[in-house]
T-cell receptor, first 116, second 108 residues
Framework: KAGVTQTPRYLIKTRGQQVTLSCSPISGHRSVSWYQQTPGQGLQFLFEYFSETQRNKGNFPGRFSGRQFSNSRSEMNVSTLELGDSALYLC???????????????FGQGTRLTVV | DAKTTQPNSMESNEEEPVHLPCNHSTISGTDYIHWYRQLPSQGPEYVIHGLTSNVNNRMASLAIAEDRKSSTLILHRATLRDAAVYYCILRDGNQFYFGTGTSLTVIP
């Protein structure tokens, strides 16, 4: 079956602009999570969506937002981009069972965002 | 946030077993222990997970200490394709708490 698809794979934006990244989960997966990966901070949790509702949120400023559509596809948006937002943004999908801790998550290849 | 501690790097000879340790002294009763690995230019890939008992699958084995404050990922015969960063993660629900991971180098 098709894996998690993230688009675009690479993106270059200018400081102050905004950006929208897209994630299509594996068919049947209703939970989508987003992560930011940088050399200095490693992998950090941004937020998780399930059935179009944000269930968990990491410690990121309000410039980072997301949403999930009825088909489970998810987008994340970053407004007023800063140089420090340059990172690999990863999304992961998983079957949403109660708690969810027993299921594996499938990650996409990520979107490499460069802010100049 | 629950945290994990792993060595920054390890080396192994090809076709030898590798034991990757992880400390998670603040683990709670509901936290599952997950291991993922990340190859260069790819997203993390699931390896194995467990709660209290040791677990085996086609990729690896997971040995969990009786007090659950530490665990060890065991690769039975390292291959060059196993060179990656290995993350030990405590998972509560659908939120992962990633540590810094262990970069595994496999020497031919």
């Amino acid at each position: 079956k098709a894996g998690v698809t993230q688009t675009p794979r690479y993106l270059i934006k200018t400081r102050g602009q905004q950006v929208t990244l897209s994630c299509s989960p594996i068919s049947g997966h209703r939970s989508v999570s987003w992560y930011q990966q940088t050399p200095g901070q490693g992998l950090q949790f941004l937020f998780e969506y399930f059935s179009e509702t944000q269930r968990n949120k990491g410690n990121f400023p309000g410039r980072f937002s997301g949403r999930q559509f009825s088909n489970s596809r998810s987008e994340m948006n970053v407004s007023t981009l800063e140089l420090g937002d340059s990172a690999l943004y990863l999304c992961a999908s998983s079957l949403a069972v109660a708690g969810g801790a027993t299921t594996e998550a499938f990650f996409g290849q990520g979107t490499r965002l460069t802010v100049v | 946030d629950a945290k994990t501690t792993q060595p920054n790097s390890m080396e192994s000879n090809e076709e030898e077993p590798v034991h990757l340790p992880c400390n998670h002294s603040t683990i709670s009763g509901t936290d599952y222990i997950h291991w993922y690995r990340q190859l260069p230019s790819q997203g993390p890939e699931y390896v194995i997970h467990g709660l209290t008992s040791n677990v085996n699958n086609r990729m690896a084995s997971l040995a969990i200490a009786e007090d659950r404050k530490s665990s060890t990922l065991i690769l039975h015969r390292a291959t060059l394709r196993d060179a990656a960063v290995y993350y030990c993660i405590l998972r509560d629900g659908n939120q992962f708490y990633f540590g810094t991971g262990t970069s595994l180098t496999v020497i031919p």
